[in-house]
C-alpha cells in the first residue's frame, strides 16, 4: 500500500513542477487524504504526459528522480507499481473523466487496459453527450442492421481496424505506432465487439456510418423547402465539424455539404418519411397553437414536416374572450412565411375524420403533430426567414 501511495504521490508532484526536483521522500510520508482528490489531480496529469498514457509505469520516469538524499547514495530501488494496482473505484473515477480521444490512446497501453477503456459503460455517456441530440430508435435500428449486414465479427480485424480507427490515427499518429506493438489489430485478445457502443461511437464520428435523422430547410435554404424539416441519411465530418446529407432516394436525389448542427434533430416522431402519421392531437388543436403537418408534392414523395399555426375560422372575429373556433370540426392551418393570398399560405382540415388531403397541383397534406414544448418552438422561430415567401 505504501507503494501505491509513494507512486500516486509522486505522479501529481511531478505533473505541478515539470519533472523539476523532488522534496525528499522518506518513511514519513502521509497518506493521500481521499481517493476523489486523486480522481481530481491525477487525470490531469494523465493528459498532460505521453509517457503516462503509453507505459503508465513509474519505472517510465524514474530517471528525471533525483536520489532521495545525497547522504543516501544507495538508495533501495522502490517496486515497479502499474497504474492498473490503483484500487478500483480510483482507476473507473479516472477513466470517467478521460475523453473518446484520450480511451482511444489509453486502450492502447496493455490488454487489460484496453478491456477497461473499451466497456460500454464508459463510451455510453459520450454516445449521449455528443450524439444523443440526433440518434432516435430509427438510427440504432439501422446501426443494428449495420452490424448484422457485415460478415466479418469484428471492427479491428484487417482492414476494418484501419477504418475504425482511422481518426485516432489522424490525432495521434506516435501512440498509435506504440499501440500496434501491444497487440491491437493482430488478433490476440483485441476485437473489439461490432455491436459495442465505442464501435458505435467511432463508425459515426469518422463518417462511415451513414445514420437517419432530419434537416431543416434542406438544400441550403431552397425557398421550396423554407420552414420545412426532412428526413435524410447523415455523414459527420469530424474535420469541419459538419455533415453531407443524402435525401431520400425517391423523387429527387438530392446530397447536401456542409450542414451545420443547428440545422438538424433526431426525429421526433418514430413514423417514416412515406408513411402517414397518425394525429392524435387533433382534439386539442386552438388557435395560436403551434404545429408540424407532413406534406409532399406526391405519392413518389417522402412527407416533409413544415411548421405553421393554427388560425381563426373566417367567421370568428379572432377576440379571444368570444372564439368559438375550437369547438369547429374544421381547424384552420397557417403559414405565415408566405404571402398572403398564395396557395400555400393557408389549408382546412376536418378534426373528426382526418386523413391525406389534396390534389396534384396543391401537394398532399398529412399527419399533424402540436408543439408543445418551447424548445422545438424557438427553432422554428429562429430559422424564420428575413422576407417572406411568394
Not at 507512486?7 to 525528499?24: A, D, G
Not at 435500428?141 to 466479418?152: G, P
Not at 408513411?275 to 386552438?286: A, T
Request: contains cysteine; glycine residues 6%; charged residues 25%.
Amino acid at each position: 500500500m505504501i507503494f501505491i501511495m509513494i507512486y500516486c504521490f509522486s505522479f501529481i508532484l511531478l505533473s505541478k513542477s515539470s519533472l523539476k526536483t523532488l522534496p525528499v521522500l522518506n518513511r514519513g510520508v502521509k497518506k493521500l487524504s481521499s481517493i476523489p482528490w486523486l480522481c481530481r489531480e491525477l487525470p490531469h496529469f494523465l493528459r498532460k504526459s505521453m509517457i503516462a498514457i503509453t507505459s503508465f509505469q513509474v519505472s517510465s520516469i524514474m530517471p528525471f528522480l533525483e536520489p532521495i538524499s545525497s547522504k543516501q547514495e544507495n538508495v533501495q530501488q522502490i517496486e515497479e507499481i502499474s497504474l492498473l494496482d490503483l484500487p478500483e473505484l480510483a482507476l473507473e473515477c479516472i477513466l470517467e473523466r478521460l475523453s473518446p480521444a484520450e480511451l482511444c490512446n489509453l486502450s492502447g497501453a496493455c490488454v487489460a487496459l484496453r478491456e477497461k477503456c473499451t466497456s460500454d459503460h464508459l463510451w455510453e455517456r459520450h454516445m449521449k453527450q455528443k450524439w444523443g441530440r440526433l440518434i432516435g430508435d430509427a438510427a440504432y435500428r439501422e446501426w443494428q442492421w449495420h452490424i448484422a449486414s457485415r460478415k466479418r465479427p469484428t471492427l479491428l480485424n484487417g482492414t476494418k481496424q484501419k477504418e475504425v480507427f482511422g481518426y485516432v490515427l489522424n490525432l495521434w499518429p506516435l501512440t498509435w505506432k506504440r499501440s500496434e506493438n501491444l497487440g491491437i489489430g493482430s488478433g490476440r485478445r483485441s476485437c473489439l465487439p461490432m455491436d459495442s457502443i465505442m464501435g458505435w461511437y467511432l463508425a459515426m464520428e469518422t463518417g462511415k456510418f451513414w445514420f437517419p435523422a432530419q434537416v431543416y430547410n434542406r438544400e441550403n435554404g431552397n425557398v421550396g423547402f423554407m420552414l420545412s424539416c426532412y428526413d435524410a441519411e447523415l455523414s459527420y465530418d469530424s474535420s469541419a465539424d459538419n455533415f453531407k446529407a443524402r435525401y431520400s432516394p425517391r423523387g429527387r436525389r438530392t446530397i447536401e455539404d456542409n450542414i451545420e448542427w443547428d440545422r438538424l434533430r433526431g426525429p421526433p416522431v418514430d413514423t417514416p418519411a412515406h408513411v402517414l402519421h397518425v394525429s392524435d392531437c387533433l382534439d386539442d388543436l386552438k388557435p395560436g397553437d403551434h404545429i408540424e403537418i407532413q406534406w409532399r408534392r406526391n405519392a413518389e414523395f417522402p412527407y416533409g414536416w413544415w411548421y405553421g399555426v393554427v388560425g381563426h375560422l373566417d367567421s370568428c372575429t379572432g377576440n379571444k374572450s368570444h372564439c368559438q373556433c375550437y369547438n369547429s370540426d374544421t381547424v384552420v392551418l397557417e403559414f405565415k412565411q408566405y404571402t398572403p393570398g398564395s396557395r400555400w399560405r393557408q389549408t382546412t382540415i376536418n378534426r373528426k375524420d382526418h386523413r391525406e388531403i389534396g390534389n396534384a397541383a396543391d401537394g398532399f397534406y398529412g399527419g399533424i403533430r402540436k408543439l408543445y414544448r418551447e424548445e422545438e418552438i424557438s427553432v422554428w422561430k429562429r430559422l424564420w426567414p428575413t422576407q417572406v415567401v411568394e
